[in-house]
């Protein structure tokens, strides 16, 4: 097990795990602060400084390119703009879950995913939805395939 890749994982699993209480004010503050057009545009322009790299480095690979455009949809179909948020960070979750649990780094991302949406469950300003469960180990097991 590589320890830089392990390091990486769980300061990626701990962003999720900080943020889960805090999202709704952070939207709420940032939505105020940008304005709602501005949010959006800001949000647009996270996705493509997201999707440029990555899809770089899928052009020669067509099952990379044919995953990226999967995810790509995935984003445009999903509904609040910060909750794009998760496919990205999942994503990362689950290239660096298959660094450094190998195969059994799947089982890590959907797992993350699912305690996501559990914790969510429990708290005031949050829900728990099976969409998301889907979406986000969506995003980690395109990541993990990367």
């Known amino acids: 097990m ?25 939207r709420d503050w940032l939505s105020t602060l940008l304005k709602e057009k501005n949010y959006r545009i800001l949000w647009i322009c996270l996705s493509v400084l997201f999707f440029l790299p990555v ?3 899928s052009i020669k690979k067509p099952l990379r390119l044919l995953l990226i455009l999967f995810l790509f949809v995935l984003f445009l179909i999903k509904g609040a703009p910060e909750e794009k948020f998760h496919l990205y960070i999942y994503f ?6 298959k660094k ?14 699912l305690i996501d949406e559990i914790i969510q469950y429990f708290l005031p300003q949050r829900y728990f939805d099976f ?12 990541g993990f395939l990367f």
């Open 131 to 142: 969409k998301d469960i889907a979406l986000n180990a969506g995003g980690g097991i395109a």
């Open 92 to 97: 990362f979750i689950g290239y660096f879950s």
């Open 100 to 113: 450094t649990f190998k195969n059994y780094g799947i089982i890590y991302v959907t797992g993350i995913a």
């Open 55 to 57: 899809l770089y480095f």
């Open 2 to 26: 590589n320890k830089r890749y392990f390091l990486i994982l769980i300061f990626l699993t701990l962003i999720i795990f900080i943020l889960l209480p805090l999202a709704p004010f952070i």
